[in-house]
């Protein structure tokens, strides 16, 4: 079934579709009115909607049965420093398909990332609208919350957010990774991914000093985007797996 993201907000019994999604629908797809449609509010809510009516601009439906689903346990959220040639939306693509929580675009000492202004603000609706289209995908029920741009030192003033931190390092010492995931009190991790050649030691040690744990990804040296796929993928299954009732 074709699925169609309904924020929260416009949420009722008959929805009025503009913009992106309406023209996907009415353009692309060219639905027909009396088809029905998955309708997901990215908070685990889902609905059929059967279209009632279209025109230029707009796709009317009317939604039906709505059931929610818990949000799955515990929470990924992914700081990912922003690497070049746009592949920060490959990024944001596969960790939304893994069922990440949130997204942080991270700037590092060693990113390269000059956008300002109103090319910033584009950028930022270009990453939520990547984020929609992943969600829609791949069937998840939840859109995760795409941060700002944000900076190494914002970002480790919010570590007191999180249950647990860890920063992805090719300088260790390592401690287990699996028994550091398996408190059934955890919720909320966060990880924390580096950009070409690394965090900084300066970096590393600041993040250690401010709660992280160093964890490794094997004995190769990764390219950014593998790195946090992998990382969000390694993760999540230890977690799941030594907490499977969370």
Not at 137 to 158: H, K, N, Y
Not at 189 to 203: H, K, N, Q, S
Request: glycine share 6%.
């Amino acid at each position: 079934m074709i699925r169609v993201y309904v924020p929260a907000e416009q949420w009722s019994s008959e929805t009025v579709l503009t913009g992106e999604e309406a023209h996907h629908l009415a353009r692309v797809l060219r639905v027909r009115e009396g088809e029905t449609v998955l309708c997901l509010d990215g908070r685990g809510r889902q609905a059929n909607g059967k279209i009632s009516r279209l025109s230029g601009r707009e796709v009317v439906l009317s939604l039906e049965s709505p059931t929610t689903a818990p949000p799955e346990k515990p929470a990924i959220t992914l700081a990912s420093a922003i690497p070049g040639q746009g592949k920060i939306e490959e990024i944001i693509n596969q960790a939304v398909q893994l069922g990440v929580a949130g997204f942080i675009p991270l700037l590092t000492q060693r990113t390269e990332f000059k956008l300002s202004g109103d090319r910033l603000q584009a950028k930022q609706r270009r990453f939520l609208q990547v984020a929609v289209e992943a969600m829609k995908q791949s069937g998840s029920l939840f859109l995760p919350e795409i941060a700002p741009v944000t900076s190494w030192r914002e970002c480790l003033d919010d570590f007191s957010r999180y249950d647990r931190v860890l920063i992805a390092s090719l300088q260790g010492p390592y401690p287990p990774l699996k028994p550091i995931l398996s408190s059934p009190k955890l919720r909320h991790i966060l990880i924390l991914i580096g950009p070409e050649g690394d965090f900084t030691l300066e970096e590393v040690d600041q993040a250690v000093t401010a709660g992280a744990l160093r964890f490794s990804l094997g004995p190769h040296v990764l390219r950014c985007e593998t790195a946090a796929i992998s990382a969000v993928s390694v993760v999540s299954h230890l977690a799941r797996e030594v907490s499977p009732a969370l």
